[in-house]
């Protein structure tokens, strides 16, 4: 049996901490600002990425790896004789996961296979986490992929966003939506769910207000069956880290302490929700709903 090589896109948001930990290959979307393309995570900061946004006055545009990097990959772990598993930003999200597949057409059938995350973020780096597990375990990798299917469903991604100005200048809300909550001090509670990313909840007033509405969703979701052994909290820039902390607090309460990664958003996923968004994220007992 071939051994397994796991390779992820850079919106799963992995610190260096953590793919040194689980081995996992990381293949960088592009960031473009002011008609200047980066590499996510490589060439451009979260942190950088926000203050060239002040200096230009310009949002910016994601796209997709380009296909050498996915060619280039998994070339290098087919030659060293390892079965591929690949999953990345949901397909219904960008499209990331079509260029992988183009590139893997030039590779012997059945040794590089696809797992659609449905997800971003930690979402992804919580299937991931999985997926090691049971390559640990000795599964086969037929096993993992449809192991790595089960967890997919009852992944629970969510976030409260700090401010809507992000949303509405990357085309995610339309102006009569932002103008009402800018009116009403808004921090929508985003849920992915089905590939899908959607607001749930839109909490009004204080964003205090709205983080409580998230510990909330966790601490109810806890009593229904969580898997505690890994929660995430995932913060973008440094307005998402106060608010970090404030989170590191209260569920330090509730499950080991030891088990919660504190985890920064990358550029890609920082463009589309703004600085101060904040997550958390864990692997369920049931299937993951929008409303649920």
Do not use: W
């Not at 971003?120 to 086969?140: Q, V």
């Not at 589309?272 to 049931?286: D, F, K, S």
């Amino acid at each position: 049996m071939r051994k397994i090589k796991l390779i992820t896109d850079s919106t799963a948001d992995l610190s260096n901490e953590l793919i040194e930990k689980y081995n996992i290959a990381v293949i960088p979307l592009t960031v473009t600002i002011a008609g200047h393309p980066y590499l996510d995570g490589i060439e451009l900061t979260t942190n950088r990425m926000f203050e060239l946004i002040e200096e230009t006055g310009e949002m910016p545009r994601s796209s997709a790896p380009a296909p050498t990097l996915f060619h280039d990959t998994f070339k290098k772990y087919i030659d060293e004789d390892y079965d591929i598993i690949f999953t990345g930003i949901a397909g219904s999200m960008s499209g990331t996961l079509n260029v992988a597949k183009m590139m893997a057409k030039s590779f012997p059938e059945g040794r590089i296979h696809f797992v659609d995350s449905e997800n971003l973020s930690s979402g992804i780096a919580l299937l991931l986490i999985n997926a090691d597990r049971m390559i640990k375990e000795g599964k086969t990798v037929e096993e993992v992929v449809a192991g790595m299917k089960d967890v997919r469903e009852r992944i629970r991604s969510q976030f409260i966003v700090e401010t809507i100005d992000y949303l509405y200048r990357g085309g995610r809300m339309t102006s009569a939506k932002f103008i009402l909550g800018k009116a009403l001090r808004a921090h929508p509670y985003i849920v992915v769910a089905n590939g899908k990313m959607d607001s749930a909840e839109l909490p009004k007033g204080k964003i205090k207000k709205a983080l409580k509405f998230q510990l909330k969703m966790f601490e109810k979701h806890l009593e229904e069956g969580i898997d505690t052994s890994t929660v995430f909290i995932t913060s973008s820039g440094v307005l998402g880290d106060e608010h970090a902390e404030y989170y590191l607090e209260e569920i330090s309460k509730l499950v080991p302490p030891e088990n919660i990664i504190l985890q920064k958003a990358g550029c890609v996923i920082s463009a589309h929700c703004g600085e101060g968004t904040i997550g958390i994220l864990y692997v369920r007992n049931v299937k993951n709903e929008l409303l649920n």
